[in-house]
């Protein structure tokens, strides 16, 4: 695929055909993770290939000297390597021959094992050792006959030795020198050709830094022919990635989606930048590979391999990324920078941050810009095509803020819904199946996410299945609970239930459909549904300019008038039957169903409720019912609007009932919610709103009561 194999090729066939007694030392230069070690072995292939039908077949050893420290013998260890490949050898003349002349060569050096490192003159270096321990170490063994022996042997047998040395450049400044003197004093034999690979800059510097003289032409001396393997064309890299990509897709035996023009601006942007060798490609594959596998069902395909590429191959930025949640995704302290219209050059910003980093500045803007909108937004980098936020949610993307963290620790506790279980919501279970899962998330306080990550993918939802979704979630829905906030903003589970049903009806391709999809819900919902299908109809009224409404629109007249007031008398009818079997003061959403009723029957919605509220402890349910929340810089509350209610109740009528009521009864009749609503009246009755006491001394004027008591 790198368009080496030919190169490769010649190169073993050369050194197969290599005939002259003299030895020869071969290099083979390349930078780290450009493939010498890939070369040498298709190499290898071609001379095992060629030598199938000789006689003459030459001894290939692959000699790594990763085990031996500084202070070991690698001399030693370097013959100990060939007399194995000699004796494993079926020629008992070779054996007999060589085998005999190289243990007799190898024996002269027995001495060494005591020497640290061995300098320019072998021979003397054994007389010094020999002088200090003794001649018994020097007693039949002369270093220059039994070498000239070896070579004699290796001569008469004619028997080719092919040495294999990869990685040089890894070793340490010492081990490269004992190496090289290796090759150009000990085994320097007729017949044997070495074969050594490296990065020629890496090497010549540490025998700059041991022998003090120019690395190069240190290396000329010893290296009689030499090879460079060029950088490889990055055209060809990428297509290598894409590839083992594939494969990977392929094995996963899972269906996965992406986003074409998504992928191409991250391949782009985000990986193919800082991809420079094979050696990259494969890191990053096998890092993906391992990482996807276990996360695959909750996170974005694109995203996990961008970070993966920064996590391997640019760590500084990795880094970065992984601790700076809050201006990548949009948090609170970054939306606080931006109050007051106060502007901020980020650019500025963000070059000295990554210079101080060493991270080059483009190529990480072009990254972050790709992945996060709102960097995107800051740097003011619209013009490469990134995604918008509307994406980011339904493809489980690293922007969106809940699933930040599980690119980077492998934690799963952010996502309180598996995307399984919400797919199967989605396509497969029936309306009941719904429901049951629905209430189990609620218990389980997981409600606000589970609605953000339905509501994200509506447009994935399949057509005939919206029916099914719609009733399953308005019928009960406003039992849900839980809120989020969005700066000083909150949004309850029912607001999230609300804005589903408006995606779902809106998805729906005519009026008639949208009609009969509402009229069959409302004809069978129970009184916790009634809230939010009142908001929903409202909002076709006022789209209608109708009710509270002062003008038309159209966008959001999702059925006709003729329908809508079809639908009003079914929302009515559905009202009376539950008004005759259930408490209606009580659900969640009772102001919007006061509000329609009075508004299409008041007179049967003042007979009933006038009815009722002549019990006490309803007229102060009755009120509770009707606070309206509000949230600012001073905390939270509960606010009270006179004209909901004055034609039932007075202000001052509740002011006496709470200030009369048996204090010691509270929590037998109230929820510690409508105590705080009581409590906020009493506080605020005959005060301006500017003075409106907050949910912390509603809550310490209850304490008060009660201890009273």
């Not at 109050?339 to 483009?362: A, H, P, S």
């Not at 209606?584 to 919605?605: M, N, S």
Request: glycine fraction near 6%; charged fraction near 30%.
């Amino acid at each position: 695929m790198l368009g080496r194999a030919f190169f490769s090729e010649q190169l073993g066939k050369a050194i197969y055909d290599y005939t002259a007694n003299e030895g020869l030392v071969i290099g083979l230069y390349g930078k780290w993770g450009t493939g010498k070690t890939s070369v040498i072995n298709m190499a290898l292939d071609e001379i095992r290939s060629l030598s199938i039908a000789s006689e003459n077949k030459p001894i290939v050893m692959k000699f790594s000297p990763w085990n031996y420290s500084d202070k070991d013998n690698l001399i030693s260890l370097y013959f100990q390597c060939l007399k194995k490949q000699i004796e494993s050898n079926e020629d008992e003349e070779l054996k007999r021959k060589v085998g005999k002349a190289l243990n007799d060569y190898a024996g002269a050096f027995d001495a060494l094992s005591i020497v640290p490192v061995f300098g320019s003159g072998i021979a003397a270096v054994l007389k010094s050792v020999a002088q200090a321990q003794g001649t018994r170490l020097m007693e039949g063994a002369n270093l220059e006959e039994s070498r000239a022996k070896l070579e004699n042997a290796l001569m008469e047998t004619r028997q080719r030795i092919i040495v294999v040395i990869d990685d040089i450049d890894r070793l340490t400044n010492s081990q490269i020198r004992d190496i090289f003197q290796l090759v150009k004093q000990v085994a320097d034999f007729p017949n044997v050709v070495y074969l050594m690979a490296m990065d020629r800059e890496v090497v010549a510097r540490a025998l700059e830094s041991v022998h003090g003289c120019d690395g190069n032409e240190y290396l000329e001396k010893i290296l009689q022919v030499t090879f460079e393997i060029p950088d490889l064309d990055k055209s060809k890299l990428r297509n290598i990635f894409l590839l083992k990509l594939e494969l990977i897709v392929k094995e996963m035996m899972t269906e996965i989606q992406w986003d074409e023009k998504y992928w191409g601006e991250v391949f782009n942007n985000c990986v193919a930048p800082f991809i420079e060798t094979l050696r990259d490609v494969n890191r990053v594959i096998n890092t993906f590979q391992f990482k996807y596998r276990l996360l695959y069902q909750e996170t974005a395909f694109e995203d996990m391999i961008a970070i993966t590429t920064l996590e391997v191959l640019e760590p500084e930025l990795y880094k970065w990324i992984c601790s700076n949640k809050d201006c990548l995704c949009g948090g609170y302290v970054h939306s606080f920078e931006r109050i007051g219209g106060k502007k901020i050059d980020y650019r500025e910003r963000y070059t000295d941050v990554f210079k101080n980093l060493g991270i080059d500045y483009e190529k990480a803007v072009r990254c972050l810009a790709t992945l996060f909108p709102v960097f995107a937004k800051d740097v003011s980098e619209n013009t490469w095509g990134y995604q918008p936020y509307s994406n980011v949610r339904s493809h489980m993307r690293m922007a969106e803020d809940s699933r930040f963290e599980l690119y980077f620790k492998l934690d799963f506790e952010n996502v309180k819904v598996s995307r399984t279980t919400i797919n199967a919501c989605i396509n497969d279970m029936d309306e009941n199946a719904i429901k049951a899962l629905v209430i189990d998330i609620n218990e389980q306080g997981k409600t606000i996410y589970f609605l953000e990550e339905i509501r994200s993918l509506v447009d994935k939802i399949p057509y005939e299945r919206i029916p099914v979704i719609f009733k399953a979630f308005l019928d009960g829905g406003s039992e849900l609970k839980g809120e989020n906030q969005k700066g000083i903003f909150v949004i309850s589970a029912i607001d999230h239930v609300e804005y589903l049903a408006e995606d779902l009806l809106n998805k729906l391709e005519s009026q008639n459909e949208r009609f009969d999809l509402l009229k069959n819900t409302i004809e069978c919902i129970d009184k916790n549904g009634l809230g939010t299908l009142g908001r929903i109809i409202n909002g076709i009224e006022l789209a209608y300019g109708r009710l509270a409404g002062d003008h038309e629109k159209k966008d959001k007249q999702v059925i006709s008038i003729q329908q809508l007031e079809e639908i009003e008398q079914v929302y009515l009818d559905r009202l009376r039957t539950l008004a005759k079997s259930d408490d209606l003061i009580k659900i969640d959403g009772f102001g919007i169903v006061l509000y329609l009723w009075e508004c299409f029957d008041k007179p049967e919605a003042k007979e009933y409720f006038d009815d009722i509220l002549k019990n006490d402890i309803l007229k102060l349910k009755f009120i509770c019912s009707l606070a309206g929340r509000w949230n600012g810089t001073n905390g939270s509350g509960w606010t009270f609007y006179s004209k909901n209610y004055n034609e039932y109740v007075s202000d001052e009528e509740i002011y006496k009932l709470i200030c009369s009521v048996d204090k010691r009864n509270l929590d037998d009749y109230f929820s510690n919610e409508e105590q705080i609503k009581l409590a906020s009246f009493y506080l605020n009755y005959g005060k301006d709103e500017i003075e409106h006491a907050n949910e912390s001394s509603a809550q310490k004027q209850i304490k008060a009561w009660k201890n009273q008591i």
